[in-house]
């Protein structure tokens, strides 16, 4: 059935299931496997075009070979980017100054200028979401440290977590957070206990970038309706 694959293909637990986006050949290997009595090459092919043609199907500029994704997907992000931007200026910062420069003074291991800037932006920024960029090996791990000491300090829950589970240990043994965990146990975790709570909580999330844009816009939503910054 062309059409019950095509939608499956087009579902969560389809192309984008693991990834992102995805390219023909992976639809013309989908439709191949799908031929169990075999079928022709040409087939084939007309099969995965008539499917990349299909309204839900987005094709996206590349520059080396055309990628694709679906408007489900699309959606979420969509919905990742207006999160962030209706929960700009969302209320006062959590954190007053005094407790920045004392988390600053007091660490055994001081930061770095770049480090010590972007934790007092962070510390005292009104949005409920905020980015840092920066090349690995830069301190992000160091920054999410300090950023746990002066948030817990003004009492508020500090939750971590990350795609891998390298990475949420990393939160854990380095950054110190009690609890990290990969963002799918935090969404199972976030589903059967209801949500955030009502206690303040700053989410850290590290390698964000790394992140299936499905589970993070998941994250993400539960923390807006929970209030969490993130």
Same mark, same amino acid.
């Given at each position: 059935?062309?059409?019950?694959?095509?939608?499956?293909?087009?579902?969560?637990?389809?192309?984008?299931?693991?990834?992102?986006?995805?390219?023909?050949?992976?639809?013309?290997?989908?439709?191949?496997?799908?031929?169990?009595?075999?079928?022709?090459?040409?087939?084939?092919?007309?099969?995965?075009?008539?499917?990349?043609?299909?309204?839900?199907?987005?094709?996206?500029?590349?520059?080396?070979?055309?990628?694709?994704?679906?408007?489900?997907?699309?959606?979420?992000? #969509?919905?990742?980017?207006?999160?962030?931007?209706?929960? #700009?200026?969302?209320?006062?910062?959590?954190?007053?100054?005094?407790?920045?420069?004392?988390?600053?003074?007091?660490?055994?291991?001081?930061?770095?200028?770049? *480090?010590?800037?972007?934790?007092?932006?962070?510390?005292?920024?009104?949005?409920?979401?905020?980015?840092?960029?920066?090349?690995?090996?830069?301190? &992000?791990?160091?920054?999410?440290?300090?950023?746990?000491?002066?948030?817990?300090?003004?009492?508020?829950?500090?939750?971590?977590?990350?795609?891998?589970?390298?990475?949420?240990?990393?939160?854990?043994?380095?950054?110190?957070?009690?609890?990290? *965990?990969?963002?799918?146990?935090?969404?199972?975790?976030?589903? *059967?206990?209801?949500?955030?709570?009502?206690?303040?909580?700053?989410?850290?999330?590290?390698?964000?970038?790394?992140?299936?844009?499905? &589970?993070?816009?998941?994250?993400?939503?539960?923390?807006?309706?929970?209030?969490? &910054?993130?």
């Amino acid at each position: 059935d062309e059409g019950a694959l095509a939608e499956s293909l087009s579902s969560p637990h389809g192309l984008t299931a693991m990834h992102n986006t995805f390219s023909e050949r992976e639809v013309l290997r989908a439709f191949a496997e799908a031929a169990r009595e075999g079928s022709s090459v040409e087939s084939i092919r007309e099969r995965a075009r008539r499917y990349l043609a299909r309204p839900e199907v987005r094709a996206l500029p590349t520059e080396i070979e055309p990628r694709h994704t679906t408007e489900e997907l699309l959606s979420h992000e #969509r919905a990742l980017v207006g999160s962030a931007a209706r929960r #700009r200026d969302e209320g006062p910062a959590w954190v007053s100054p005094a407790t920045v420069e004392a988390v600053l003074r007091d660490r055994a291991n001081p930061l770095t200028e770049g *480090q010590q800037r972007a934790l007092r932006a962070l510390a005292r920024s009104p949005h409920g979401i905020e980015a840092v960029e920066a090349l690995a090996g830069s301190g &992000k791990t160091t920054l999410s440290g300090a950023l746990r000491q002066a948030f817990e300090a003004e009492g508020a829950n500090v939750v971590g977590a990350a795609p891998t589970g390298r990475a949420s240990r990393e939160l854990r043994e380095r950054a110190g957070l009690r609890y990290a *965990q990969t963002l799918d146990r935090l969404l199972i975790d976030l589903e *059967q206990e209801g949500g955030f709570g009502a206690t303040r909580t700053l989410l850290l999330i590290d390698e964000a970038s790394m992140a299936h844009t499905r &589970k993070l816009s998941h994250v993400i939503a539960h923390a807006a309706r929970d209030s969490v &910054k993130v």
